[in-house]
């Protein structure tokens, strides 16, 4: 059974950073491409960032410059780096296993001064 576990989301202000992880089990980690979705209130569900399992990396144009993707795959885990936040960026944030119906709990990411 596959589990994708997020945190480090948070409150914080404009400007400011954080990092997501996203904790995976049930699956063999390093043969899968993994990504970053964000869902703000009263939008759709957005894809924010993908890498793939060679590590190639691909980010929605709002984030491209301020976002950082990365996994590990001996600790099957996947982060999301977020620097110069800004208000838009507040979304509960999921991980996703790369052509599967696989999702995590999400993390919500506040960004409010």
């Known amino acids: 059974q596959v589990q994708l576990v997020e945190s480090g989301g948070g409150l914080v202000q404009p400007g400011g950073s954080l990092r997501l992880s996203c904790a995976a089990s049930g699956i063999i980690f390093s043969l899968n491409g993994m990504d970053w979705y964000r869902q703000a209130p009263g939008k759709e569900r957005e894809l924010v960032a993908t890498?793939?399992?060679?590590?190639?990396?691909n980010y929605v144009n709002s984030v491209k410059g301020r976002f950082t993707i990365s996994r590990d795959n001996g600790k099957k885990t996947m982060y999301l780096q977020m620097n110069s936040l800004k208000p838009e960026d507040t979304a509960v944030y999921y991980c996703h296993v790369v052509g599967s119906s696989n999702w995590g709990q999400g993390t919500q990411v506040t960004v409010s001064s």
């Open positions: 890498i793939s399992r060679g590590g190639t990396v």
